[in-house]
């Protein structure tokens, strides 16, 4: 069956189809229903089954003759090591740590916080605690101690698991101090912290409250797999919305494992036992969804990358990471190809490797430009696919199903809607757009499983955020346009919602730190273009009555503060002093205005302005520091 047929098989039944699809998972009672509908728009998949997460990602494996396979494939050119676990090693070494936790008092339900860089022992602590239906939650490393209380506060965790450093190129990231910060900041303390020590940087324990990875595992029962509920959250993501306040998506079990099996084959054409490689990292979904529960629940061998595009130790490493260990199908983020292609634009590093053994390249998390997709067709010599999805979808929306059917490639969409998502386009009213029309893109209720079905504690912020707007369906936050054929444009966000380097971030919670700022009256923070990272965040400020300091002096305790608090990842390193900033008269900042005349483009000032004259004066300021030149 091709694309349409599987996608109209879908529309006639969607329930048969996924419950169809759910016989690729081992479970402990099957599904007897797909959908569970809760009432006023909530909705739950495969709520009366029974299964395990772990089972299905590691030990059914081993059980059908997968134990001597790869599991992991640890590459880490920062540190010039390499480390290759089977399916039969993974069991043992999740089952003790599962039993670590276990001997320290967490159980099915419990959260648990997951603070590490690229290890293998990052994907075994999100597996121990599926194993024991713990709810995991990963933070990623470069966020600040701050972003890390709000989200130990938020989701309440019985333990942390966290490793003594990260490693970036040529700098070395102490995580420790960074826990003990976050824990010190935070008003709920967990009670147990296990520590991965690291030869790179190992950290001091914390008495009574931290023990050593190692020890930890030691002398326990190994646990077995527990037997959870089909929507018994497997994990809670912390993902940017629009104030400084994340959003825990939560995922639920039974749902994430059918749906990302699917796409393994359909998407990304990969059969069990081939490798797979997202470059990305596991405090994002793409790590969640396709660096540990996607590759393993198909039986796949994962990369786990601990480097950078560049400079690890150059713009070669992706090709020889793909030569070296044969890598079929490779996901990354366009940011990345930019990066490549900065530094190595005639592929001379490309044409070092033999990469017959790839088939394809995958992109997403960003809007994918056309000269980057064409650059690295060209260089690859193979397809370059995009696709377009959230953390809250946890898989693709829009893409091209490879596996099924490999659609023609139109440069500049990311293909077409997946079975399961109606994707429409709707105007303020929320009536359908007319092809070539421009809308908010909206999915028609219900989602399918893996896409979230409520945020953390949070119900009445997830119908607000997502539900409201267009009775009946999901607000994706994303505007942009379908052609005749169904094929999807993503133009721009519809909130204040950026994109630096891949990275979703939040102008409203940086805005807030700059609002702390003592000197500071009035902020916005807009996402301008950057040719390396898609957006790169500036800040305007204005300052309090009376402040009389260099403004060089607060811009850099601005960039400062933004580090200490947001943290290292939101790029955040321009800022300029305005004495105002554009207003509409009813006093709402106008940000999309000034991200316009930064990028140079022609814009025409709303008729709602205040001061249209404010707007000159944005342009001479952002002039000075390098944009706003057409
Ligand atoms: N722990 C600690 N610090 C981290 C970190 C981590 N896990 N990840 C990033 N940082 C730091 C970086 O060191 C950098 O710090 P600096 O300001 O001192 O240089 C800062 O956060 C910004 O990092 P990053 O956005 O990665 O920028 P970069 O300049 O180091 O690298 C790219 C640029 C394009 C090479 C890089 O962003 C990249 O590979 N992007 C791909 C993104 C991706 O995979 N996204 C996931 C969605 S698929
Ligand atoms: P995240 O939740 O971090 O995965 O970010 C999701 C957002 O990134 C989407 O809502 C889009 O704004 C953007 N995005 C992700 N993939 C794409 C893509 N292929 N094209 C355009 N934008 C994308």
Redesign the pocket.
């Known amino acids: 069956m091709g694309y349409r047929e599987t996608y109209q098989q879908w529309q006639d039944d969607p329930e048969a189809f996924w419950l169809d699809a759910a016989q690729a998972i081992d479970w402990i009672e099957p599904p007897r229903q797909a959908l569970f509908d809760r009432g006023d728009d909530l909705y739950e998949w495969f709520a009366d089954a029974r299964l395990n997460g772990c089972y299905n990602a590691v030990d059914r494996h081993v059980e059908n003759g997968r134990g001597a396979q790869l599991a992991i494939i640890h590459d880490s050119p920062i540190t010039g090591s390499q480390q290759k676990i089977t399916y039969a090693e993974l069991q043992t070494r999740v089952a003790a740590l599962a039993g670590a936790l276990q001997a320290r008092g967490v159980a099915k339900g419990d959260r648990v916080v997951i603070y590490m860089?690229?290890v293998p022992e990052a994907l075994e602590a999100m597996l121990a605690c599926a194993r024991i239906g713990a709810v995991h939650s990963v933070v990623?490393?470069?966020?600040a101690a701050n972003e890390l209380a709000v989200r130990i506060d938020d989701c309440t965790p019985k333990a942390i698991l966290a490793a003594s450093c990260?490693l970036?190129?040529g700098?070395v990231?102490p995580?420790k101090p960074l826990l003990d910060a976050a824990i010190e900041q935070a008003t709920h303390k967990p009670e147990t912290c296990i520590i991965l020590q690291r030869e790179q940087q190992p950290c001091e324990l914390t008495a009574g409250r931290d023990v050593d990875w190692q020890e930890a595992k030691t002398d326990v029962t190994p646990a077995e797999c527990v037997p959870v509920e089909g929507n018994h959250p497997a994990y809670i993501l912390y993902t940017s919305g629009t104030t400084g306040a994340p959003k825990g998506v939560i995922r639920h079990t039974a749902g994430h494992l059918v749906a990302l099996h699917w796409t393994m084959k359909n998407i990304y054409d990969v059969d069990p036992g081939d490798v797979f490689w997202?470059?990305?990292?596991v405090?994002?979904?793409?790590?969640h969804s396709y660096i540990c529960y996607g590759p393993l629940v198909h039986g796949n061998t994962t990369v786990v990358f601990e480097g950078?595009?560049?400079?690890a130790p150059d713009a070669g490493t992706f090709w020889r990471v793909i030569e070296e260990h044969n890598v079929r199908s490779f996901?990354?983020?366009p940011?990345?190809i930019?990066?490549v292609k900065r530094e190595d634009p005639t592929g001379e590093y490309r044409r070092k490797y033999d990469l017959s053994c790839l088939r394809a390249l995958y992109?997403?998390?960003?809007r994918a430009d056309p000269d980057t997709i064409e650059w690295a067709q060209e260089l690859l010599g193979k397809p370059v696919y995009d696709h377009w999805w959230q953390t809250e979808t946890g898989y693709t929306i829009v893409g091209n199903p490879a596996g099924l059917e490999p659609l023609p490639v139109k440069i500049g969409s990311p293909t077409v809607a997946m079975p399961g998502y109606d994707v429409q386009i709707l105007d303020e009213t929320g009536q359908p757009q007319k092809p070539g029309e421009l809308g908010a893109i909206a999915i028609k209720l219900p989602l399918p499983p893996g896409t979230l079905p409520d945020l953390w504690n949070a119900t009445d912020r997830f119908r607000k955020s997502y539900l409201t707007t267009f009775p009946g369906y999901y607000e994706t936050g994303d505007a942009g346009m379908m052609d005749e054929d169904g094929y999807l444009y993503i133009m721009a966000r519809t909130d204040d919602v950026i994109n630096?380097?891949?990275?979703r971030l939040s102008t409203g919670a940086m805005e807030e730190v700059l609002a702390g700022h003592p000197d500071v009256a009035e902020c916005a923070v807009v996402g301008v273009s950057d040719a390396?990272?898609g957006q790169a965040p500036v800040g305007f400020i204005c300052l309090s009555k009376g402040v009389d300091r260099p403004h060089q002096e607060i811009i850099d305790e601005c960039v400062a503060r933004m580090?200490a608090q947001i943290?290292?990842?939101?790029?955040f390193?321009q800022a300029l002093v305005v004495d105002r900033l554009p207003k509409t008269r009813s006093g709402k900042i106008l940000r999309a205005t000034m991200v316009k005349i930064a990028d140079s483009e022609s814009f025409k000032p709303p008729a709602t302005i205040d001061d249209p004259a404010i707007l000159d004066e944005i342009k001479a300021a952002l002039q000075k520091i390098g944009f706003a030149r057409g």
């Open positions: 860089p690229m990623f490393g470069g966020f990260g970036e190129p700098r990231v995580y997202a470059a990305s990292d405090g994002w979904v793409v790590g950078k595009p560049v400079g996901f990354t983020a940011t990345a930019r990066a992109l997403a998390g960003e630096v380097a891949g990275h390396l990272k580090r943290g290292p990842v939101a790029a390193k």
